[in-house]
């Protein structure tokens, strides 16, 4: 079997998507798959996420043919929240620093 193609995305619940990757758009080439491989993928990035409620979506295929065979998506698989101390407006933390000067 050709290199399978692992993928993620996070959705808001309305279901709008935020953000993702997959291992095609990363380079990551696993190889050719056997009948029985079983393969630990593991995405790491930095949340930024704002405070709120949130949905993990994954997915696996594999380009056969020169098309996308899709083997299995989970759409909304895993719900999960993300809690913090400041309040924030939208969807993400841009690590917003505030400076200021008094003029005379």
């Known amino acids: 079997m050709p290199a399978a193609i ?4 996070f959705k808001d619940l ?9 291992t095609l758009f990363q380079n990551v080439d696993m190889g050719w798959m056997e009948k029985g491989d079983v393969v630990l993928v593991t ?13 993990l979506c994954l997915g696996c295929g594999a ?9 299995d998506r989970r759409f909304d698989y895993l ?6 101390k400041q309040p924030r407006v939208g969807i993400f933390d841009p ?6 000067v008094r003029g005379r």
């Open 6 to 9: 692992v993928a993620y995305t």
């Open 14 to 22: 309305k279901g709008v998507v935020l953000c993702g990757t997959n």
């Open 43 to 55: 995405f790491k990035q930095v949340a930024r996420l704002n405070p709120g409620d949130y949905l």
């Open 63 to 71: 380009i056969e043919r020169d098309e996308y065979v899709l083997y």
């Open 79 to 84: 719900p999960f929240q993300i809690v913090g």
């Open 95 to 100: 690590e917003a620093a505030i400076e200021w």
